[in-house]
């Protein structure tokens, strides 16, 4: 991962020679509250309907008290991060030298429907006091800091469907910088409000019939899903020291901008292919050492579509297996790349690819190997998991073997 840029050699600029581990996992979504769980949902049966995280109980991490303090969507990142850690083991570490990058959409958007409806209804002075701190997308990153006792930056990036593999990115580097020697990072997305709903069935982003198909040539849009992932990044030879557990490295990211349209992207994918190369770049890998695409894939039929351009103009007649999470899951819009991160860690150490749910035909149009119908084991190497988010911000992280 480099830490300084050369402007006139784009291969030049210094590396860090601190490598970042993932040593924690932890994951709340449909599929339940455990990495286990969310890994045999992966490679089971897909569920129906809107994805929400029905079966997530609070109460193992807050207080009735605290209950009306946290918007679901901070809730999700404070049980995620917390069973991150307690997946991480034990970490000592100088709190001043751990911190807190975060990911989120739109924060906390059921308190803000709430308590809008509650000032037309029954008037302003009958909103919460606590409507700020509720419906904030920092509150998530600051809950998390202020629980675990971490002094070191804590910040959130809002940008889309990017935010968490721009949050992961992010934090990586201040492990790789020498600024901190643990992070907590992901994001978390509580957005399945009758307004937000509403918005984007209107735009028509939605499915028609709620079944999310990736890639498929009967793809009609996406499906909405909601929960959290959290990984525990650690310096590798602090980690190594405390004979840590160690999923992945991570070995490079890349972040750009289409500037073309607020929710279409650049067409041919062009925008996705140069964000894919700044990944491999910072990691200093060509592409014939991506051996699996975490893809976006969203269910949309231009993202779809500009994707698989872009991978084709990335990696040429290499017929990487690509798998979209999201038949499972859902969108979970800006925690999309935080669960799809957990996955990419558990395919990493697994070298088992799920399919990508729902998915019967491609898309005559789209010329990748996307893994349908059964799991396929991976061969090893890196994986590239790629998220791409309605303002045209792209960003990418590859994830790569702990042994190496």
Same mark, same amino acid.
């Given at each position: 991962?480099?830490?300084?840029?050369?402007?006139?050699?784009?291969?030049?600029?210094?590396? !860090?020679?601190?490598? %970042?581990?993932?040593?924690?996992?932890? %994951?709340?979504?449909?599929?339940?509250?455990?990495?286990?769980?969310?890994?045999?949902?992966?490679?089971?049966?897909?569920?129906?309907?809107?994805?929400?995280?029905?079966?997530?109980?609070?109460?193992?991490?807050?207080?009735?008290?605290?209950?009306?303090?946290?918007?679901?969507?901070?809730?999700?990142?404070?049980?995620?991060?917390?069973?991150?850690?307690?997946?991480?083991?034990?970490?000592?570490?100088?709190?001043?030298?751990?911190?807190?990058?975060?990911?989120?959409?739109?924060?906390?958007?059921?308190?803000?429907?709430?308590?809008?409806?509650?000032?037309?209804?029954?008037?302003?002075?009958?909103?919460?006091?606590?409507?700020?701190?509720?419906?904030?997308?920092?509150?998530?990153?600051?809950?998390?800091?202020?629980?675990?006792?971490?002094?070191?930056?804590?910040?959130?990036?809002?940008?889309?469907?990017?935010?968490?593999?721009?949050?992961?990115?992010?934090?990586?580097?201040?492990?790789?910088?020498?600024?901190?020697? %643990?992070?907590?990072?992901?994001?978390?997305?509580?957005?399945?409000?009758?307004?937000?709903?509403?918005?984007?069935?209107?735009?028509?982003?939605? !499915?028609?019939?709620?079944?999310?198909?990736?890639?498929?040539?009967?793809?009609?849009?996406?499906?909405?899903?909601?929960?959290?992932?959290?990984?525990?990044?650690?310096?590798?030879?602090?980690?190594?020291?405390?004979?840590?557990?160690?999923?992945?490295?991570?070995?490079?990211?890349? !972040?750009?901008?289409?500037?073309?349209?607020?929710?279409?992207?650049?067409?041919?994918?062009?925008?996705?292919?140069?964000?894919?190369?700044?990944?491999?770049?910072?990691?200093?890998?060509?592409?014939?050492?991506?051996?699996?695409?975490?893809?976006?894939?969203?269910?949309?039929?231009?993202?779809?579509?500009?994707?698989?351009?872009?991978?084709?103009?990335?990696?040429?007649?290499?017929?990487?297996?690509?798998? !979209?999470?999201?038949?499972?899951?859902?969108?979970?819009?800006?925690?999309?790349?935080?669960?799809?991160?957990?996955?990419?860690?558990?395919?990493?150490?697994?070298?088992?690819?799920?399919?990508?749910?729902?998915?019967?035909?491609?898309?005559?149009?789209?010329?990748?190997?996307?893994?349908?119908?059964?799991?396929?084991?991976?061969?090893?190497?890196?994986?590239?998991?790629?998220?791409?988010?309605?303002?045209?911000?792209?960003?990418? %992280?590859?994830?790569?073997?702990?042994?190496?």
């Amino acid at each position: 991962m480099r830490i300084s840029w050369d402007p006139l050699d784009p291969h030049g600029g210094i590396r !860090s020679k601190r490598r %970042v581990a993932v040593v924690g996992l932890g %994951v709340v979504s449909c599929l339940g509250t455990s990495k286990e769980d969310f890994w045999e949902g992966l490679l089971g049966p897909s569920p129906t309907g809107i994805r929400a995280a029905t079966n997530f109980d609070p109460s193992p991490w807050l207080t009735p008290k605290e209950l009306r303090r946290y918007d679901r969507y901070n809730q999700f990142g404070v049980a995620a991060a917390d069973l991150a850690l307690q997946d991480a083991g034990t970490i000592e570490v100088d709190p001043a030298r751990a911190g807190v990058w975060m990911g989120t959409g739109v924060g906390g958007l059921e308190s803000l429907e709430a308590q809008v409806i509650v000032a037309h209804e029954r008037g302003p002075s009958r909103v919460t006091p606590f409507l700020v701190p509720l419906m904030m997308a920092n509150a998530g990153a600051a809950s998390i800091a202020m629980r675990f006792g971490y002094q070191g930056p804590c910040e959130t990036t809002v940008t889309a469907c990017a935010a968490s593999n721009q949050a992961i990115a992010n934090a990586a580097r201040l492990i790789a910088n020498g600024r901190c020697d %643990v992070m907590l990072t992901g994001g978390a997305e509580a957005a399945i409000t009758p307004a937000a709903t509403a918005g984007f069935n209107n735009m028509t982003a939605l !499915s028609a019939s709620y079944t999310s198909r990736p890639f498929d040539k009967d793809r009609d849009g996406f499906v909405p899903g909601e929960g959290s992932g959290v990984l525990v990044l650690e310096e590798l030879e602090h980690a190594k020291a405390r004979g840590a557990h160690i999923y992945a490295i991570i070995e490079g990211t890349g !972040s750009n901008e289409d500037a073309h349209h607020i929710t279409a992207p650049l067409p041919g994918g062009v925008g996705a292919a140069r964000c894919m190369r700044l990944a491999l770049d910072d990691a200093d890998l060509e592409p014939d050492a991506i051996t699996h695409i975490n893809a976006h894939g969203t269910s949309t039929p231009l993202n779809d579509l500009a994707e698989s351009q872009a991978i084709i103009s990335v990696f040429g007649d290499r017929r990487l297996p690509t798998t !979209s999470v999201k038949g499972t899951l859902g969108h979970g819009l800006g925690a999309a790349g935080a669960l799809e991160a957990v996955a990419a860690c558990l395919t990493m150490e697994t070298r088992t690819i799920p399919i990508t749910a729902n998915t019967k035909e491609i898309d005559p149009d789209i010329h990748i190997d996307v893994v349908i119908n059964e799991p396929r084991t991976m061969e090893p190497g890196y994986i590239l998991s790629n998220s791409f988010g309605f303002g045209g911000h792209n960003s990418c %992280v590859i994830f790569g073997p702990p042994d190496r």
